[in-house]
């Protein structure tokens, strides 16, 4: 009896620890405005090299990131006011990426000059200088054979080529280790990075897997790919007109970009699955795709919101298209929300149907 206890006893002090760390403390780092995660966000913007970006989301999300990104660039051009809702959007868009891929959910942004105790910063420091002396004096000289050996393994990953996507993602890999482990050993005096650790191998294994069993894409269908990139494109160049054209129509810009980057992230690739599905092909590989339907379910009522928002400026858009004689415009205007309609009529419920049919039938 006594033994079964003690066993208790340590389990219970396991999972604290991994409820304590596990979920919080890197978190905490990669979800700041200045945090690692933001920072490449920043640098990708500033070269227009999505590259930056890669690195910290698993291939699977590359397609997701790529087109937040593209669109980020365009609509950032508007104005100072849209390159900020641009940046900010982008931002978000890549920290909760970035965070399932975790296998974390994703809790909002996180200011800058928060206090994240000495470790982390000393943990960070120590990477940039390639010297361990920032975090010695952290530890008091005490740090185990296992960190240093970390701390080496990132080092020695930290100067990949920026073109070489899979030779970052090792290094963030290693990095990530390196900084968790750092934090629980100075709160603990324990060494236990593998919580986090394995966490990441199980998401990099089944990415694997998929790969090697070509599992399958949930690609946008390619009609409304076309249709949303021809939609953007009539709207970038509206934005350069000169006046109130130009004006009214940044003004629809900034309320529909980050809701087309959501749409093409949560709420349409699914209809990719809808020819499968039709010839009564339901297979384990197509499960992943419930998560954005739960996700587009959740989001359902802010989605219809910012409908109503891009309605408004397009109504103020079409009158002064119509003031101006500009029927390619007053056109564009009606075919935006005639879209809408659609959506919430068609598209939406129909992703979320999809979701509930796969659920059901591999239960």
Known sequence: MKLNINISLTMI?????????DSSSVSAHCDGLDGPVVKAAIKAIETGNVNY??????????????????????????????????????????????????????????????????????????????SLNQLEKV????????????FNNAVSKKDYSI??????REYV????QFIHSVEVYYETGELHHESHTHKTE???????????????EFKIPESMKIEHEKLHAILAEATKEEG??????????????????KEEEIAIPPLGLLAEISRGHVTEDMRPVTK?????????????????????????????AKKMNRKDYVDFAEDLKLHAKNEEEVTYPTSILIGEFIKLKLK
Not at 173 to 176: D, F, G, H, L
């Open 244 to 261: 109130e054209i130009g004006t009214t129509a940044k003004e629809v810009a900034k309320v529909l970009h980050g809701h087309f980057v």
């Open 53 to 130: 970006v890669l690195i910290w989301v698993q291939k699977a999300d590359e397609e997701i990131i790529k087109s937040a990104f593209n669109k980020t660039l365009i609509v950032r051009k508007l104005s100072k006011d849209a390159q900020e809702l641009a940046d900010m959007y982008f931002f978000e868009t890549l920290v909760r990426i970035h965070r399932s891929g975790e296998g974390e959910p994703y809790t909002g942004l996180k200011p800058a000059g928060r206090d994240l105790g000495p470790a982390i910063p000393a943990a960070d420091s120590s990477i940039d200088r390639n």
């Open 202 to 216: 199980i998401n990099q294994h089944e990415t694997t897997k998929h790969e090697g069993e070509k599992a399958m």
């Open 292 to 320: 954005m339907t739960d996700r587009l379910k959740a989001e359902l009522p802010q989605m219809l919101e910012e409908h109503k928002q891009i309605v408004r400026a397009l109504n103020k858009f079409e009158e002064v």
């Open 173 to 176: 890999k290693a990095y990530v």
């Open 163 to 168: 073109d070489d996507v899979d030779a970052g």
């Open 139 to 150: 530890l008091a000289g005490q740090i185990p054979d296992e960190i240093k050996d970390l």
């Open 13 to 21: 002090q396991l999972l604290l620890l991994f409820l304590l760390f």
